[in-house]
């Protein structure tokens, strides 16, 4: 769609304002040159695969994509199997706090771990402890992504070489 801007004319009375000496001149060369730099409706050329028209189009399209893959976030549902012989403190669908430290160089820090169904979901710290009166840090806070890390050791190692569970003590006193 070509537009065509009709710009108002000038004043009889007051300043008037130019972009350059070509355009205060008002030279036959000067205006070929305009048309050619400036033709009528460039701004709006269809085929331009970049033009805003396009650009808001598409950012519109990829907005309501991802709002519909929002819902993916959600935990994922499934059946719920009972245990066989459940723990009594265990009930399916509720938060579970355990009392725990996370070591330091100097001791450790006294932790209250959130668990649901059995993933760990929060470290905070432990309000009942004297040492931290429920005081925790970024550290403590960030432990959780320890947890699911996929590169974390499964095993003891010693010198590159797996140590057996048997070995474990003697190799933690040495």
């Known amino acids: 769609m070509k537009r065509t801007l009709h710009h108002p004319d000038p004043k009889p009375h007051g300043r008037t304002y130019w972009r350059s000496l070509g355009e205060y001149a008002k030279t036959p060369d000067f205006e070929e040159w305009l048309h050619r730099e400036f ?7 269809d085929q331009d695969p970049l033009s805003r028209r396009n650009f808001l189009r598409l950012m519109g399209a990829s907005l309501a994509l991802a709002g519909l893959s929002l819902s993916g976030c959600r935990r994922p549902e499934a059946h719920l199997v009972p245990f066989t012989q459940s723990p009594e403190w265990v009930v399916p669908g509720k938060k579970l706090s355990f009392a725990t430290a996370q070591p330091r160089r100097r001791g450790a820090l006294p932790l209250l771990a959130t668990t649901f169904d059995g993933r760990p979901i929060k470290m905070e710290g432990n309000p009942l402890h004297p040492m931290s009166q429920g005081a925790s840090d970024n550290f403590a806070q960030a ?8 590169a974390r050791r499964q095993h003891l190692t010693r010198g590159g070489k797996k140590v057996q569970p048997a070995d474990w003590d003697a190799e933690i006193l040495r």
């Not at 432990?143 to 996929?150: A, Q, W």
């Open 39 to 45: 033709p009528a409706g460039a701004a709006e050329w």
């Open 143 to 150: 432990s959780v992504l320890d947890l699911y890390d996929p």
